[in-house]
């Protein structure tokens, strides 16, 4: 990497798996909104399905999703219900209209349920949505959680895709995140995964956390080739204590410096590429042969809030607390707490508590920004047309930032994003964004730090 990138790797930037950010939701979006959306949904429209999981068996102190720790196995049972419910109301909505692409159980921790509450939501997909033998079941597995005959049996109900999240195979890197997990239950995890034939193994892989070293991690990522999974993705962690309190368990003191955490990405990109894999996107990394490198080649690499995808869906349908749904144009959060959740699924509602409606000039400034996260080139001339003067300036003056550094090239309104520079195009997106651009005087503006 160029010495003058280095800098704009320790900025932190959105991760714009939508435009505008869940931090822009606010309750003008109802229920009675998305229903509406729902019931214009063509026939044959193509959806992807998310099914959020929010139990843990114990907390994870870096952990950012939206989860909780829980002991009692008997509302896990009642959450599936909740859930099976909610995709019934959904398929009332949509009345025969959609057609599942994929469906994706995420969390928390999705195989803290058994199997048997999994098949039953897979059953409530079924019967509210539809199914075809081409639908593609993906799965996030936490390895400690992986039961006997629990690979074989996800493969037998028709997943091909599974999640492994790794994080960093150093003990005392675990230690102090309070997750121990050893290689060989990963590694036994991957032999069964690759026995039973899922053809598509991904792992999770966190750079900045506190007592990784520059040796530590190039011996996380040696390990991961060795395994050789399809997908990688490398997420940074995002310290940010007063947001979620269980981070205040870590220790602050050990956390990687701004100038380890950009030796950290540097190292993991340098070695995944060296070793065969494709760069896709700014942070995901894949194998030639892999649907997410040849989308990335083919110009049909998406994002969503699964990060980048081969799905063709632009439609999500987001089931259970927190999830979130995008329908032409609409996005609506379901209630995050149980208690409120429960409340409206079991009153017959769907769980809408908050979203954004975008405005056409929203949807302009998400496509450009998409454009360039997933395919590293954005036409801009209609983004700038859109801007206030203002905003326009302050856009075009990042921009000659960029260029000047050599991130991006810019002509004729073409914003290009060179490719060893892809790990920072989120701080190109933030170039274009005005909510980034329109910080109050005097508040913390991270990309004007980093130039």
């Known amino acids: 990497m160029k010495p ?18 869940a931090l822009h939701f606010d309750e003008q979006v109802t229920a009675a909104d998305y229903a509406a959306r729902l019931r214009d949904i063509a026939l044959y429209e193509p959806l992807s399905i998310y099914v959020h999981v929010p139990f843990c068996k114990q907390l994870c102190w870096y952990c950012g999703c939206n989860m909780r720790v829980e002991n009692d196995y008997g509302r896990a049972l009642r959450y599936v219900e909740a859930a099976a419910r909610e995709l019934r109301l959904v398929g009332e909505a949509l009345a025969g209209a959609g057609r599942p692409l994929s469906v994706h159980f995420g969390g928390g921790t999705p195989n803290y349920l058994k199997v048997e509450e999994i098949a039953a939501l897979l059953c409530a997909i079924e019967e509210g949505l539809g199914l075809t033998d081409s639908t593609r079941l993906g799965i996030e597995l936490d390895p400690r959680l992986i039961g006997e005959n629990d690979v074989s049996r996800l493969a037998m109900l028709g997943f091909s895709r599974m999640s492994l999240g790794v994080q960093d195979f150093d003990p005392d890197v675990q230690d102090a995140i309070n997750r121990i997990q050893s290689f060989d239950l990963v590694e036994s995890a991957v032999a069964e995964m690759r026995r039973v034939g899922v053809g598509d193994i991904s792992f999770d892989l966190v750079y900045g956390l506190p007592r990784q070293t520059a040796m530590s991690f190039a011996d996380t990522i040696e390990k991961t080739i060795a395994l050789s999974p399809d997908r990688v993705a490398v997420f940074g962690y995002a310290h940010v204590p007063a947001l979620l309190s269980r981070q205040r368990l870590i220790d602050e003191a050990a956390l990687p410096t701004p100038a380890l955490r950009a030796d950290l990405a540097e190292l993991a990109d340098a070695a995944l590429v060296g070793a065969g894999y494709r ?13 997410l490198a040849r989308a990335d080649i083919e110009g049909r690499l998406r994002r969503n809030f699964q990060g980048f995808t081969d799905d063709l869906a632009a439609t999500t349908i987001g089931v259970g607390a927190s999830a979130i749904s995008h329908v032409e144009g609409l996005y609506a959060q379901n209630a995050k707490n149980l208690r409120d959740y429960y409340r409206a699924i079991d009153g017959g509602r769907l769980a809408t508590a908050r979203g954004v409606e975008l405005s056409p000039r929203e949807r302009l400034i998400g496509c450009a920004i998409q454009d360039l996260l997933c395919r590293s080139r954005a036409d801009i001339s209609g983004l700038l047309a859109r801007l206030s003067p203002q905003e326009a300036s302050a856009v075009c003056r990042r921009l000659d930032i960029l260029e000047a550094d050599g991130v991006i090239e810019w002509r004729d309104d073409i914003v290009t994003l060179a490719d060893e520079a892809r790990p920072l195009a989120r701080i190109v997106a933030m170039a274009l964004d005005p909510y980034e651009n329109r910080a109050p005087a005097g508040s913390p503006q991270p990309f004007a730090r980093a130039i």
Do not use: E, I
């Not at 760069?279 to 649907?291: L, M, T």
């Open 279 to 291: 760069r896709v996107g700014f942070d995901h990394y894949s194998k030639p042969a892999n649907a």
């Open 4 to 21: 003058q990138w280095r800098k704009y790797l320790a900025v932190r930037a959105p991760r714009y798996t939508s435009f505008p950010s």
